[in-house]
């Protein structure tokens, strides 16, 4: 017996990942993986192009060449992109879309939906989480990990209704979507998107009010209008399990170039491992924009590896 733990003793000294391993330790996988760097890949989310795509000047076949060819390594198509949105499209549409996908060394990020959780109306309400559910079953069939989703406009705040009165309603509807996919292996991904959702503190307040593994935060560092965006988002960093990466961002309300390898030291030290989609917004044409800021950001990315 003493020969046998002896020799499995010295095996792992070198034998797991070759890393040593002095005699006496116990491995285990953080301390196997903390010299390592992060793995964090590009992803474009398909916003970028959604002037051509929404007018038909490019079909989504076209956009994924366009990225593949580029260098990304997924792309991340929002759910109105597909033909007959808010209804799902064919599956037979869905399963081409993934193959072409896949037939070009793409992995797909993520999907999104509009909604509004933040809806007076109960009915209204339920109709909203309705529309997630399906699109739910959507990102399953399509082999999105996570379905991107707001808390909603939250204007009923000018018409009487408390902050908290309405927090209320989108953590509850948050969890009702979280359990239904939760079934069907899709994280859902809250966005802070400028609307009720304006600061870290109250993005990071739903997350724990919800409370479940299966909700998580699609970090859009720009749309934290309000302070120092940098603060915010090394704040919410740590609950992302996806981004949104932008051209510009608000400091103190005023819009500015984004410091990208200031991004990037906030993305390493958080830990996060997985995409990083980026968007370009504005004026101009994506096949031009596209391409810029890509190379901007893959290398405030490799310099900080």
């Known amino acids: 017996m003493e020969k046998r733990q002896s020799g499995r003793r010295n095996f792992l000294k070198t034998a797991v990942a070759g890393v040593p391993i002095l005699v006496g330790e116990t491995p285990s ?7 390592k760097p ?9 916003y970028s192009f959604n002037e051509p795509l929404m007018s038909g000047q490019m079909t989504l076949e076209q956009v994924l060449t366009f990225c593949a060819e580029l260098g990304f390594d997924a792309v991340d198509p929002t759910a109105y992109y597909f033909p007959g949105y808010p209804a799902l499209p064919d599956d037979s549409f869905l399963y081409d879309i993934k193959r072409k996908a896949f037939r070009l060394g793409l992995d797909i990020s993520g999907t999104g939906v509009r909604n509004d959780f933040t809806l007076p109306d109960p009915t209204r309400r339920k109709a909203e989480i309705e529309l997630v559910k399906k699109w739910v079953g959507f990102a399953a069939r399509f082999g999105a ?5 707001f808390s909603g406009v939250g204007k009923e705040l000018k018409a009487g209704y408390n902050r908290e009165e309405v927090t209320t309603w989108v953590v509850d509807a948050l969890q009702e979507c979280v359990e239904f996919a939760a079934r069907q292996g899709v994280i859902i ?6 609307d009720f959702i304006q600061t870290a503190d109250q993005l990071l307040d739903v997350v724990r009010r919800v409370n479940s593994e299966w909700l998580a935060v699609n970090l859009d560092i720009g749309s934290f209008k309000i302070g120092d965006p940098y603060a915010q988002i090394a704040s919410v960093a740590p609950h992302a399990a996806t981004w949104q990466i932008k051209e ?10 984004t410091d990208l390898p200031k ?9 996060y491992r997985g995409y990083l989609p980026i968007e370009t917004l504005g004026k101009g044409d994506p096949k031009l924009k596209v391409p810029v800021f890509y190379e901007k950001v893959k290398k405030a990315l490799k310099n900080y590896e």
């Open 145 to 149: 990990p996570v379905l991107r989703v």
């Open 263 to 271: 991004i990037m030291q906030i993305v390493r030290e958080s830990g």
């Open 38 to 46: 992060e793995r964090v890949r590009l992803s474009c989310n398909l």
């Open 189 to 194: 991904v809250l966005q802070n998107h400028a």
């Open 29 to 35: 996988v953080t301390s196997l993986i903390a010299d």
């Open 248 to 257: 510009n961002l608000f400091v103190n309300g005023q819009e500015v170039v």
